[in-house]
């Protein structure tokens, strides 16, 4: 077997040099060891399917390695980015006639998440269905666009203190671009329960830094909570061409995000209801929970928007923690986790809808094939064939 525990454990404990800066990351001791024990609970499992004659052609020794940002050499950063403005310089293959706003590939993805987003968050396929979306994104930048790594993640908890001092908000070259212009606003309320409205942080405006400072985002708002009067919202397929908005918010981060709500995430719901749940946010207690609090760490427009959030590109480093999370949280307990599924298949049951199953079919549009939520249980099954270090 290629991996040994310490081997595993070492690049989760330590920020790699390749940050060039002095910023000192919060320890994420607590996540990394059950990432550590989650992978040697895969290792064996691997082996016991091997002796069973259920091995399949994805082992740990040919697996795609998930890697978090601030562990990139600037090569491999500019790499990824680049391959994200390769993504938004080719043409759409989004039918015009009905979403006449999608204009690139960057954008097919985009409004399919736009157009499923009511059938996608507070439903039993919201892990699976981000999966699959997450790994189809990863894909496209390898084979449209020439990418040779794989999704980088955001560890939350590393940079919770200070986003916007960390490797992926800092603004330089080779980060994911920094906060937006200072422009006076209002808090924002990213609860539907209207608890906890964040309090305006320095940014707002258009970002003016780093590799995606002359973006250009085609489509939404849908459900804006920028509060700034030229964030109007659309019904997300309109042409709205206007530059990436964000506000970076170290109050949100330092209070849902730390490395302990991960933890605490993971250990304290065995049940994947409560676990699903957990993770997305208790709004009726002003809990953000770590999904929504990565999204409002970014804020801003598309960002803060439920539907358009895939419009800002960390988002799919967010996504990539998420299910690094769930990953997590399934390895801990192979047997009774990597098939558990719960919920309805519409957002909180409203309106009321059948449970979903794994039988139930993710579709992504013209971005990949339709596939069984099934098939997508697995990181090292099915299509997919990759961990996280």
């Known amino acids: 077997m290629r991996f040994s525990v310490p081997v595993a454990i070492a690049p989760l404990v330590a920020l790699s040099a390749a940050t060039g800066t002095t910023y000192k990351p919060a320890a994420t001791v607590d996540t990394d060891i059950l990432a550590a024990k989650g992978l040697l609970n895969l290792a064996i499992y691997e082996v016991q399917q091997a002796f069973q004659g259920n091995q399949g052609s994805c082992t740990l020794g040919n697996v795609a390695i998930r890697r978090e940002w601030g562990t990139l050499s600037t090569t491999e950063r500019k790499s990824y980015t680049d391959a994200v403005l390769c993504l938004m310089s080719k043409p759409a293959k989004t039918d015009q006639t009905q979403v006449p706003g999608a204009k690139t590939r960057y954008d097919d993805f985009l409004f399919t998440h736009i157009n499923q987003t009511l059938t996608i968050h507070g439903t039993a396929n919201f892990l699976s269905w981000h999966r699959y979306f997450t790994w189809t994104y990863e894909q496209a930048l390898r084979n449209e666009c020439g990418y040779k790594g794989y999704q980088p993640y955001w560890n939350w908890g590393k940079w919770a203190n200070d986003p916007l001092n960390s490797p992926i908000f800092d603004g330089s070259d080779y980060s994911m671009s920094g906060n937006g212009a200072y422009e006076a606003h209002n808090c924002t309320n990213a609860l539907p329960t209207g608890l906890n409205c964040i309090p305006p942080g320095n940014g707002g405006g258009c970002i003016n830094s ?108 967010h996504h990539a923690q998420i299910d690094r999370t769930w990953w997590i949280w399934q390895n801990q307990d192979i047997k009774n986790r990597q098939n558990a599924i719960s919920g309805t298949i519409t957002l909180n049951n409203s309106p009321p809808s059948r449970n979903g199953t794994l039988s139930d079919t993710i579709s992504l549009g013209v971005n990949a094939d339709p596939i069984a939520i099934s098939q997508l249980m697995s990181t090292i099954d099915g299509p997919l064939c990759y961990i996280y270090i």
């Open 210 to 317: 780093g590799p995606f400072k002359n973006m250009v985002v085609n489509l939404g708002p849908v459900s804006p909570t920028l509060a700034e009067p030229e964030v109007v919202a659309n019904n997300g397929t309109v042409y709205n061409p206007r530059c990436l908005k964000r506000d970076v918010s170290q109050w949100v981060s330092s209070r849902f995000t730390s490395d302990a709500n991960s933890t605490t995430l993971i250990n304290n719901n065995p049940d994947v209801y409560w676990f699903q749940t957990v993770m997305q946010g208790d709004f009726a207690s002003g809990e953000f929970g770590v999904h929504t609090g990565g999204h409002f760490t970014i804020g801003g427009d598309p960002g803060g928007d439920i539907f358009t959030s895939p419009g800002d590109p960390a988002f799919y480093l």
